[in-house]
């Protein structure tokens, strides 16, 4: 009999007590415990970025193209491949006895270019004017007003954009119809340029000249057409993005620059992204070699022009490689939180745990920027100093409970208590 009463006794015992543990010590209890929290640190607040490293080529700003219909027009070829010209320089002679026929040609050409211009200079008016009456800023066109003098001392204005690439903020909705019709006013301005520039020649002495300052790329000199390519002075860099990248980078995005033959680390702007596979070509085939990656869509690749903030001071030859790191998002004076220590987190919102006046934990909610490696930077949330916590024990209680934490453990530098004279560290443990 007894023997059943103690061990009734003790389970009845052992049954209150635990029961009164849980009750006592249960993450539902309503009584104040103290929570053990070992991860903390004190928000601040500084710049941060997120960066797109690419390999660019040196290319030119602008080509200008000069044909000549077929071998009867030409007589001699007056530069070769590598050449420096300049506006009015002498490309090639013509056949006097064929001049009528290339000139009814090149007014025909004319003409027709004259045409477009109106029509393209209508449509950039409408849009420059949509743009603007929403408070957006006017992208202008740089132009090389190149100028010769002829043998009648008339002065002839060649006026030729070779700024194919038009750098337009994507400020509004109008910004990629203007771009497109800067780039076809500038493409036109220049043929036209290139036409007058011909036309502007004596019958009794034709010849083909250089309507731009600029490098002699290619001569055609077999198949007709026969053609000139001429690279403009002006540089840009030539880089290519992939599909998933495509979206990330927008022109005015800044760039910085370095590479063989730059003075140090240089800036420069993104001035186009193309919406168009890039065609195959030299440049598309170096790159390929300089960041070899693995496609399964080989159309995926995405020309993108940088532009120097600063003219090029130093000569550096078209096709030379330069690194380039492409600032994607920027946050001055942004607070960072570890990425882990964030709660009900779904990539845009989320929320992290602080510490009160009572030194007991408070949920705030927190709203992302964007993610820098383990890092995600806040557009909302904690103010700098203050204490941010992880446990996620913390999430489970009705009530918050207290929290203590380890004390702050500052490992001194060692290569500053080398230097530091042994008198500092007598005149520390007297203050002692």
């Known amino acids: 009999m007894n023997r059943f009463f103690f061990v009734g006794l003790s389970v009845a015992v052992i049954a209150f007590l635990t029961a009164n543990t849980l009750l006592m010590f249960g993450d539902k209890s309503i009584l104040p415990k103290s929570v053990y929290v070992s991860d903390y640190e004190q928000a601040y607040t500084r710049t941060y970025e997120t960066n797109l490293f690419k390999e660019a080529l040196t290319a030119p700003q602008g080509t200008v193209e000069i044909y000549v219909q077929n071998h009867e027009a030409l007589q001699q070829w007056m530069v070769n491949e590598g050449d420096t010209v300049t506006a009015g320089s002498e490309l090639a002679m013509l056949n006097e006895a064929e001049t009528e026929e ?201 020309e993108v022009r940088i532009a120097m903030d600063t003219p090029i001071e130093t000569p550096i030859p078209y096709g030379s490689n330069v690194n380039t790191s492409i600032t994607l998002e920027t946050a001055e004076d942004a607070v960072a939180l570890p990425t882990a220590w964030l709660f009900d987190y779904d990539g845009v919102e989320g929320k992290a745990h602080t510490l009160n006046i009572n030194g007991r934990p408070k949920a705030v909610g927190v709203a992302a920027n964007f993610e820098d490696g383990a890092k995600t930077v806040l557009t909302e949330g904690p103010e700098a100093g203050t204490v941010i916590i992880n446990e996620d024990k913390l999430e489970v209680f009705v009530s918050p409970p207290k929290v203590f934490m380890p004390f702050p453990d500052r490992q001194p530098n060692f290569e500053y208590a080398k230097s530091t004279y042994w008198r500092a560290y007598v005149e520390y443990l007297l203050a002692r």
């Open 102 to 302: 290339q000139r009814a040609i090149w007014e025909t050409q004319k003409t027709a270019l004259e045409g477009q211009l109106a029509e393209v200079k209508s449509s950039l008016a409408t849009l420059q004017q949509a743009r603007a009456a929403q408070g957006g800023p006017v992208s202008q066109d740089a132009t090389d007003n190149s100028e010769i003098t002829d043998e009648n001392d008339e002065t002839i204005k060649f006026d030729v954009n070779v700024s194919v690439g038009v750098a337009v903020p994507q400020d509004g909705s109008y910004a990629a119809g203007i771009a497109q019709a800067e780039q076809q006013l500038a493409s036109i301005e220049s043929q036209l340029a290139v036409l007058n520039a011909q036309l502007s020649q004596s019958l009794s002495n034709p010849s083909v000249i250089s309507p731009v300052d600029g490098t002699v790329a290619k001569i055609n000199r077999d198949a007709e057409p026969l053609s000139i390519e001429i690279y403009s002075n002006e540089k840009v860099f030539l880089s290519y993005v992939l599909e998933d990248e495509w979206p990330l980078v927008e022109v005015g995005d800044p760039v910085k620059i370095d590479g063989e033959g730059l003075d140090g680390v240089n800036t420069g702007t993104i001035q186009s992204v193309s919406e168009m596979p890039a065609e195959e070509s030299k440049w598309l085939e170096a790159y390929h070699q300089l960041d070899p990656k693995e496609q399964n869509n080989p159309l995926a690749y995405y």
